[in-house]
């Protein structure tokens, strides 16, 4: 009979631990859509179709919210061309992942992590990039990402 104690006090506690832990995932899932991606929506309404989507003279903004279970959305920003984008991550109490998708002349679109300089950065990226021909992109099309960027920190208080 001690011993049927015991193992009731233990599966107690098992289930307790469970319980904290499952609670601690919805908490802090909760509070990465809440306090991390919700205030981007005010600058950035939402759409009829459901989404957060704001279409501007120059501009496309969206932001895409964590989907539950995932603590992952982005915000995004592409020029009416629709051949340059910025892919941004944010993240609370850090600098945010900047991504970028531009076009080449050969009509096909790179997919590159940025440092916060907006410049390739090696260390994010596979080694089989061309790294060469993605930063004379950059070059080529440096003042429009400057401004693209500018307007982006400036919506979304970056």
């Known amino acids: ?16 631990l469970l319980f904290g832990v499952i609670l ?7 509070g990465n859509y809440f ?11 939402m759409h009829e179709s ?20 995932t603590f992952t959305g982005n915000l ?3 020029n009416k061309n629709d ?3 910025f892919i941004i991550w944010p993240s609370i109490g850090a600098t945010p992942e900047i991504g970028l998708q531009i076009l080449g002349p050969d009509g096909v679109t790179y ?3 940025l440092d916060q300089s907006l410049n390739y950065d090696s260390e994010k990226n596979p080694a089989d990039m061309p790294k060469e021909q993605i ?10 990402m400057d401004e693209m960027y500018d307007y982006a920190k400036k919506s979304w208080n970056l």
Do not use: C
């Open 35 to 45: 306090l991390n991606y919700r205030p981007y929506t005010k600058t950035v309404p």
């Open 111 to 113: 997919s590159v992590i």
């Open 135 to 144: 930063n004379q992109l950059i070059i080529d099309r440096r003042t429009e």
């Open 76 to 78: 995004a920003i592409t």
């Open 83 to 85: 051949d340059l984008s």
């Open 1 to 16: 009979k001690a011993s049927d104690s015991i193992m009731k006090k233990r599966t107690k506690i098992l289930l307790s």
């Open 50 to 69: 459901g989404e957060y989507f704001l279409m501007t003279d120059n501009y496309d903004l969206s932001v895409a919210m964590p989907s539950y279970p």
């Open 24 to 30: 601690l995932f919805h908490l802090a899932w909760a």
